[in-house]
């Protein structure tokens, strides 16, 4: 498809810095604030932002939904309600206004509505309805099941054939910067005596990326794969932190609960699929064959270069972990079937993650209890110090960007410091 916002060589009348993740082919979409004042949409370039709402009150961006711009105050859940065209003209109003070749006077009223990155205090792009998190990694779907059952059975008996997930919590999803306590709980480190309560010892990490969801559809309808795409906004870097001690006594028989809904943290940025279109590879070859209505999704992997930087308090950062989005076993096409072939519904706004991404070489796996493989190889850290799991102090910077043809598409950062527990 060729979608014209992403031609490389388009160029902004903003100065773009080298290896920057927000050239004019990106145009990704956030919300935030200057001095407390209230919240609106922006764009992105290099590290400029562009204020929406005051786009919209100048008359150089239509509003799409009441005539009155409400899309662009608070969150972009209004935004979206409209689905996927309004936000492909939307994408591509912004890049007429920003490429080079544009009037004077409209370049002098734009720069009215540009705040530096630096100055803006950023919120969810969304008002998280309701978060699934999905487990799509074979790999690391393999290294858990290695160390928790044994390697000739790794893999559950459903996991070739669904994507496995779960609910998970919206409530305590955070935007990227805000720092997590650590969470108390219950755990049993010896399983032959009763279980303690205290600070989780086995705090953990996950490499995730997620997806924003557009209006799915009526209760009781099921969205295909071949239709997942229309459902589909954009994508967000995701850590969804970990207590591994918590989590391994609480989660037979429902699954994932206080060892997960602590937090989780959401880069600021939603880089939109449409962004993402030239970075299309390949799906993963699924044996054995998957029912008929996992069937028939268009290729929706994407290549995104994933890292993951481990930084101590007052030290320097170490990168413990290089992955990529593409490792995933199911597509974003094949979980939203999933997800809705029962007839559950999904709303603007919701949030799916994909599983911790682990590639198929030890430092691409994307997890500290896979990295140190249970606390056996310790990971070693630039300053000579060692990690089984995730010390108080510790900041966890997760990157992701796409390249080609001279252009990267990026998404910025989630970061998060890890707090002494209360
Ligand atoms: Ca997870």
Not at 96 to 124: C, F, H, N, W
Not at 371 to 385: E, F, N, Q
Request: proline share 7%.
């Amino acid at each position: 498809m060729n979608i014209p916002a992403n031609s490389p060589t388009l160029r902004s009348w903003i100065e773009v810095p080298a290896n920057s993740d927000f050239p004019i082919q990106n145009i990704p979409f956030g919300v935030g604030s200057v001095d407390g004042i209230e919240s609106t949409a922006y764009t992105r370039i290099g590290d400029q932002a562009i204020d929406l709402f005051k786009l919209y009150e100048m008359g150089l961006i239509p509003s799409y939904a009441d005539e009155d711009g409400t899309e662009y105050v608070g969150s972009l859940n209004v935004l979206l309600l409209g689905g996927r065209e309004p936000i492909r003209a939307l994408r591509q109003r912004l890049s007429e206004l920003l490429r080079t070749g544009q009037d004077m006077k409209v370049i002098q009223q734009i720069k009215k509505a540009l705040v530096p990155v630096s100055e803006l205090t950023m919120d969810l792009p969304v008002d998280i309805g309701d978060y699934t998190d999905f487990y799509s990694s074979r790999q690391h779907a393999y290294n858990v099941g290695c160390m928790f059952r044994d390697p000739a059975n790794a893999l559950l008996p459903n996991w070739l054939h669904m994507p496995v997930g779960y609910h998970g919590r919206a409530s305590s999803i955070v935007v990227s910067g805000t720092p997590i306590r650590r969470p108390m709980g219950q755990f049993k480190p010896n399983p032959e005596a009763a279980p303690e309560f205290g600070p989780t010892r086995q705090l953990d990490l996950e490499l995730e990326v997620g997806f924003i969801t557009y209006e799915g559809k009526p209760l009781g309808e099921r969205i295909s794969t071949a239709e997942a795409e229309e459902h589909i906004f954009g994508l967000v870097l995701f850590n969804d932190w970990s207590a591994r001690d918590i989590q391994a006594w609480e989660y037979v028989p429902l699954g994932p609960f206080l060892g997960k809904n602590f937090g989780s943290s959401m880069s600021a940025w939603v880089v939109t699929l449409d962004a993402l279109e030239p970075f299309r590879v390949a799906s993963p070859k699924q044996e054995p064959e998957v029912l008929p209505y996992l069937k028939g999704a268009p290729n929706m992997h994407f290549d995104i270069a994933l890292e993951v930087g481990l930084k101590p308090s007052g030290g320097a950062e170490s990168i413990i972990c290089r992955s990529n989005f593409k490792h995933l076993y199911w597509s974003m096409a094949q979980q939203l079937a999933h997800h809705t072939v029962n007839g559950c519904n999904v709303f603007a706004g919701d949030l799916m993650a994909s599983g911790t991404i682990s590639g198929d070489t030890p430092d691409s796996y994307g997890s500290l209890l896979e990295l140190a493989w249970k606390g056996t190889k310790p990971v070693k850290l630039s300053d000579g110090s060692e990690r089984k799991f995730i010390q108080d102090g510790d900041t966890i910077v997760i990157r992701g960007h796409c390249e080609r043809d001279g252009v990267r598409i990026g998404f910025g950062e989630v970061s998060g410091e890890i707090l002494p527990a209360n």
